[in-house]
């Protein structure tokens, strides 16, 4: 069931975001900005490659999660003319602690979506991690100051939030949670998760098992 959710999660990354990218690349090519598309690519290639192919694990490291993420996000860098920008505070013990995969990107998706045509404001997100009372907590927050109207309520498409929401159930049971609200000092909305703080050093390692071959 938890892979399944996985694999439901990943289909739903917005059809626009890959429309969108592969426009900008033909556009740069056309402009003779030969480079500039071939970085482009080369990270939506990377980016696919790790969405459909590369990672079937149901937990990784924060690190890891980071790291895609990344991918994501500097193809929406280009895209919007650099009027993203992402900032992070991430404990740095925490970059060990195991996450489960695929958790980050498709919410700071949903984050960036509604903006994408909104070329003549700066977007910045916030992405904070640390660790508290043996559980780890991760936080994303935009700066959105009254550019989109929320008063429909939370922002985050319905079905990614319960996707992601029972994934975390699945695994965690009742010791997790996930709640979005309405950021009123920054004018946008906040995303928070939080989960048992697990490194990868400390899930025990499978049990050795000797194949009958009679």
């Known amino acids: 069931l938890i ?3 996985l694999q439901e999660l990943r289909s739903k990354i917005h059809p626009q975001f890959l429309f969108n990218t ?6 740069m090519v056309h402009k003779g900005r030969n480079k500039d598309a071939n970085q482009v690519l080369e990270l939506l290639s990377n980016f696919l490659r790790t969405t459909v ?6 937990v990784i490291t924060l690190e890891e ?8 996000l500097n193809i929406e860098k280009v895209r919007l003319k650099n009027k993203l920008s992402v900032r992070e505070e991430i404990e740095l013990p925490v970059l060990n ?6 958790i980050l990107q498709p919410i700071v998706e949903e984050f960036v979506y509604p903006v994408m045509e909104k070329n003549n404001y700066t977007y910045e997100i916030a992405i904070s991690a640390k660790s508290k009372d043996n559980m780890l907590e991760i936080n994303i927050a935009d700066n959105l100051s009254g550019l989109i109207d929320y008063s429909s309520g939370v922002k985050i498409d319905l079905m990614i939030f319960n ?13 997790q949670s ?3 609200k309405h950021n009123t000092d920054g004018g946008g909305i906040s995303v928070s998760l939080k989960i048992p703080f697990t490194k990868k050093n400390d899930m025990p390692e499978p049990a050795f098992e000797m194949e009958n071959i009679f």
Do not use: C, M, W
């Open 3 to 5: 892979k399944s959710k």
């Open 22 to 27: 592969l426009h900008t690349i033909s556009g």
């Open 53 to 58: 192919y590369d990672n079937e694990r149901e």
């Open 65 to 72: 999660e980071l790291k895609f993420l990344h991918q994501y």
């Open 97 to 102: 602690a195991l996450v489960p995969n695929f």
């Open 163 to 175: 996707i992601t929401k029972e994934r975390l159930n699945q695994l965690y049971g009742v010791n």
């Open 178 to 180: 996930l709640e979005s």
